[in-house]
């Protein structure tokens, strides 16, 4: 590659202080995570991007299946008379759903919608197979992906098509369907801590925000670099409202029909942007340990000496032993500088160089993704040392991460404070709040913040509401969102 070709390619990313859209455009392009499809809206999904999904469904399928849950697969294709069997659910889909009209040159006697999520081919499923409560409960997982027609798209965070899981599940009684869900819940917010290094706020959604058919809906939230929040996961109690519609029942134990109690919960790709926008820098991708593809790459230093390739071959295939995902980078098309480049970019957390140097004193040079702090390991026992170093990378992750947060989360007193506040400082807006739709919806149509959730643990900052002076029955965080 010639001296020019290499400037080019190693040219900067648009910083992250300047244009914060540009710039998480600029590193997924860079990164080469996806490309643009010939259809606006729907995204390619590349090795290196792919890879990152993998990751986090091999975390959750394993956690699912942990608790007793089964994988299986529903249609594509959804009739237009089963989308319409629970009527909040599809006046809450209807702007989004994408048709099929045609079936080879004849016209379909009724349009089948591309499945914008599958509560209702699989209650229709659901009440052919369920009969006694014997069988309960049903825990069963699909993963797929879901189409949604979007106006404005952006690879991961908003795609007109995203991959994703969606459990369905059945109980006897609403204890357990609750227990259920805040169980998935909490397995959302586990992968998020353990994988993906992002600390969460987790709470029940407004009436105004909960999913469209659900009793409750529940929610992780993010916070990103930029202020904004990302709703990370959610799991819905969808109490009897689609059991009832599809008329799904079971005997009970005394020998009458009842309608069971259903969850539904999901997590998608739109992680990944959330792994981005969280941890990314100016010189792009910084990925946590355990989600990395690579979470180790070795360049050699004057490889061309003797017993360099020899010994960093040892190395690669020691860690390779000690199951951390290595790579070994002895191209030589390449100088060293381009190669750190290179892999600073896409975000691999540990960098190990290696020189003659470094073999005859018995040592490697590691430099952290994270902090682009350089350290001398010792060489001997690599597989444990390096081991050791990547747990204390996402350890570190994880605490700027919800330091992060926290320097971005604020309280106030006045409307008028708030309003100036998420302009000047965005972020994490915790305030009390009366609990009404009106005042709820007045706000967001004033200022484009919404209520991401009630959390869990409350906290008492005041009496009355201070959009509209009523008296308060919640604490809620608030902000722009994704």
Same mark, same amino acid.
């Given at each position: $590659?010639?001296?020019?070709?290499?400037?080019?390619?190693?040219?900067?990313?648009?910083?992250?202080?300047?244009?914060?859209?540009?710039?998480?455009?600029?590193?997924?392009?860079?990164?080469?995570?996806?490309?643009?499809?010939?259809?606006?809206?729907?995204?390619?999904?590349?090795?290196?991007?792919?890879? +990152?999904?993998?990751?986090?469904? &091999?975390?959750?399928?394993?956690?699912?299946?942990?608790?007793?849950?089964?994988?299986?697969?529903?249609?594509?294709? *959804?009739?237009?008379?089963?989308?319409?069997?629970?009527?909040?659910?599809?006046?809450?889909?209807?702007?989004?759903?994408?048709?099929?009209?045609?079936?080879?040159?004849?016209?379909?006697?009724?349009?089948?919608?591309?499945?914008?999520?599958?509560?209702?081919?699989?209650?229709? $499923?659901?009440?052919?197979?369920?009969?006694?409560?014997?069988?309960?409960?049903?825990?069963?997982?699909?993963?797929?992906?879901?189409?949604?027609?979007?106006?404005?798209?952006?690879?991961?965070?908003?795609?007109?098509?995203?991959?994703?899981?969606?459990?369905?599940?059945?109980?006897?009684?609403? #204890?357990?369907?609750?227990?259920?869900?805040?169980?998935?819940?909490?397995?959302? *917010?586990?992968?998020?801590? @353990?994988?993906?290094?992002?600390?969460?706020?987790?709470?029940?959604?407004?009436?105004?925000?909960?999913?469209?058919?659900?009793?409750?809906?529940?929610?992780?939230?993010?916070?990103?670099?930029?202020?904004? #929040?990302?709703?990370?996961?959610?799991?819905?109690?969808?109490?009897?409202?689609?059991?009832? #519609?599809?008329?799904?029942?079971?005997?009970?134990?005394?020998?009458?029909?009842?309608?069971?109690?259903?969850?539904?919960?999901?997590?998608?790709?739109?992680?990944? =942007?959330?792994?981005?926008?969280?941890?990314?820098?100016?010189?792009?991708?910084?990925?946590?340990?355990?989600?990395?593809?690579?979470?180790?790459?070795?360049?050699?230093?004057?490889?061309?000496?003797?017993?360099?390739?020899?010994?960093?071959?040892?190395?690669?295939?020691?860690? @390779?032993? &000690?199951?951390?995902?290595?790579?070994?980078?002895?191209?030589?098309?390449?100088?060293?500088?381009?190669?750190?480049?290179?892999?600073?970019?896409?975000?691999?957390?540990?960098?190990?160089?290696?020189?003659?140097?470094? *073999?005859?004193?018995?040592?490697?040079?590691?430099?952290?993704?994270?902090?682009?702090?350089?350290?001398?390991? @010792?060489? +001997?026992?690599? =597989?444990?040392?390096?081991?050791?170093?990547?747990?204390?990378?996402?350890?570190?992750?994880?605490? @700027?991460?919800?330091?992060?947060?926290?320097?971005?989360?604020?309280?106030?007193?006045?409307?008028?404070?708030?309003?100036?506040?998420?302009?000047?400082?965005?972020?994490?807006?915790?305030?009390?709040?009366?609990?009404?739709?009106?005042?709820?919806?007045?706000?967001?149509?004033?200022?484009?913040?919404?209520?991401?959730?009630?959390?869990?643990?409350?906290?008492?900052?005041?009496?009355?509401?201070?959009?509209?002076?009523?008296? #308060?029955?919640?604490?809620?965080?608030?902000?722009?969102?994704?």
């Amino acid at each position: $590659m010639s001296k020019q070709n290499e400037k080019e390619f190693v040219k900067d990313i648009t910083k992250m202080e300047d244009d914060f859209a540009q710039w998480y455009t600029d590193v997924i392009k860079k990164t080469d995570l996806v490309d643009y499809s010939p259809v606006k809206g729907f995204m390619v999904i590349k090795p290196y991007g792919y890879a +990152l999904w993998e990751g986090i469904q &091999a975390f959750l399928d394993r956690r699912f299946k942990e608790t007793g849950h089964q994988n299986v697969y529903f249609p594509l294709l *959804i009739p237009e008379s089963l989308l319409n069997k629970e009527k909040e659910h599809v006046e809450g889909f209807a702007p989004e759903v994408a048709w099929v009209t045609h079936g080879g040159n004849e016209e379909l006697a009724e349009r089948l919608c591309v499945r914008p999520t599958s509560e209702t081919i699989i209650c229709s $499923m659901y009440s052919k197979w369920l009969t006694s409560y014997r069988e309960l409960p049903y825990l069963y997982n699909q993963w797929c992906s879901v189409v949604r027609w979007e106006k404005a798209t952006r690879p991961f965070l908003r795609t007109s098509e995203f991959l994703w899981q969606e459990g369905h599940t059945l109980h006897e009684t609403a #204890a357990e369907a609750q227990e259920e869900t805040l169980r998935m819940l909490n397995i959302y *917010i586990e992968m998020a801590e @353990k994988l993906l290094a992002i600390p969460m706020v987790a709470g029940r959604k407004s009436e105004r925000e909960k999913f469209a058919g659900a009793e409750a809906t529940y929610t992780i939230e993010a916070l990103m670099h930029d202020g904004k #929040a990302l709703q990370s996961g959610t799991s819905h109690n969808l109490a009897q409202h689609f059991t009832k #519609a599809f008329d799904i029942t079971f005997q009970g134990r005394s020998g009458e029909l009842e309608y069971p109690h259903h969850t539904s919960w999901g997590a998608s790709t739109r992680l990944i =942007g959330g792994v981005i926008m969280v941890h990314g820098d100016n010189r792009g991708l910084v990925l946590p340990p355990r989600l990395a593809p690579i979470q180790v790459v070795i360049v050699p230093i004057a490889q061309n000496k003797e017993g360099v390739l020899e010994h960093v071959t040892a190395l690669y295939e020691e860690l @390779k032993v &000690a199951g951390i995902r290595v790579k070994l980078d002895d191209a030589v098309e390449y100088s060293p500088g381009w190669k750190f480049n290179e892999y600073e970019m896409k975000g691999v957390p540990i960098r190990l160089e290696v020189g003659p140097r470094d *073999i005859e004193n018995g040592v490697m040079m590691a430099a952290r993704r994270d902090t682009l702090e350089k350290l001398s390991l @010792k060489r +001997l026992d690599a =597989g444990e040392t390096v081991r050791k170093l990547l747990d204390t990378i996402h350890e570190d992750m994880l605490e @700027k991460a919800r330091k992060n947060r926290d320097e971005k989360t604020f309280t106030f007193d006045t409307y008028e404070e708030f309003k100036t506040k998420i302009v000047e400082t965005p972020g994490f807006a915790k305030t009390m709040w009366c609990g009404d739709e009106d005042c709820e919806a007045s706000v967001k149509a004033d200022t484009g913040v919404t209520i991401r959730c009630i959390p869990f643990e409350q906290e008492n900052l005041g009496d009355t509401c201070p959009f509209c002076g009523k008296p #308060a029955k919640h604490m809620v965080y608030m902000a722009k969102a994704y």
